[in-house]
T-cell receptor, first 110, second 113 residues
Framework: RKEVEQDPGPFNVPEGATVAFNCTYS??????FFWYRQDCRKEPKLLMS?????NEDGRFTAQLNRASQYISLLIRDSKLSDSATYLC???????????WGAGTKLIIKP | SAVISQKPSRDICQRGTSLTIQCQVD?????MFWYRQQPGQSLTLIAT?????????ESGFVIDKFPISRPNLTFSTLTVSNMSPEDSSIYLC??????????FGQGTRLTVV
């Protein structure tokens, strides 16, 4: 099992719809989790951090399920500008290094 | 937060040559990370650069191929040596620990011909 795995993409979603994708992790001791957004030909940028059960920021909600060892990212009322690749990252044991998922590509269509 | 200036942003290089990528951070940081990202793939850690000591390389990456310098707490370089077309990729430097936000340079898009 990979240390961090994400739903394979791409997700093709109509504008205004709600979309959710998951990220599973293998280290049960992980305490923090991150969702990054990466636009085409750009560097990743932090979207949300999750330190407890979840986090919400506007249209974006991240949920943590410790029992099943996954975090999810929910996007409501999707916009064309939400089209990007979403990367999940989990600290390695030492807490100074991040392990990255392969990313989920999201395409919002008008 | 941290702002990282990475250069060059892109380059096309002949096989057998070497390219050095530079990253300058606007604040002092203990660790800097060098990643490779193949098209459509996620980030693969090459090595962790520590100031005052040898870089720590991940499995599959060696110092002879990817020598790293870390002369001070705000600067690091990664050299891709004796390049082949398989080295064509995006190379990214990053700062930040696993418990805080990671910041990235703008990336270097390398094409080896």
């Amino acid at each position: 099992r990979k240390e961090v795995e994400q739903d394979p993409g791409p997700f093709n979603v109509p504008e205004g719809a709600t979309v959710a994708f998951n990220c599973t992790y293998s280290n049960s001791a992980s305490q923090s989790f991150f969702w990054y957004r990466q636009d085409c030909r750009k560097e990743p940028k932090l979207l949300m951090s999750v330190y407890s059960s979840g986090n919400e920021d506007g249209r974006f909600t991240a949920q943590l399920n410790r029992a099943s060892q996954y975090i999810s990212l929910l996007i409501r009322d999707s916009k064309l500008s939400d089209s990007a690749t979403y990367l999940c990252a989990v600290p390695k044991d030492s807490n100074y290094q991040l392990i990255w998922g392969a990313g989920t590509k999201l395409i919002i269509k008008p | 937060s941290a702002v990282i200036s990475q250069k060059p942003s892109r380059d096309i290089c002949q096989r057998g040559t070497s390219l050095t990528i530079q990253c300058q951070v606007d604040s002092q940081v203990t660790m800097m990370f060098w990643y490779r990202q193949q098209p459509g793939q996620s980030l693969t850690l090459i090595a962790t650069a520590n100031q005052g000591s040898e870089a720590t390389y991940e499995s599959g990456f060696v110092i002879d191929k990817f020598p790293i310098s870390r002369p001070n707490l705000t600067f690091s370089t990664l050299t891709v040596s004796n390049m082949s077309p398989e080295d064509s990729s995006i190379y990214l430097c990053s700062v930040g620990s696993g418990n805080t936000e990671a910041f990235f340079g703008q990336g270097t898009r390398l094409t080896v011909v």
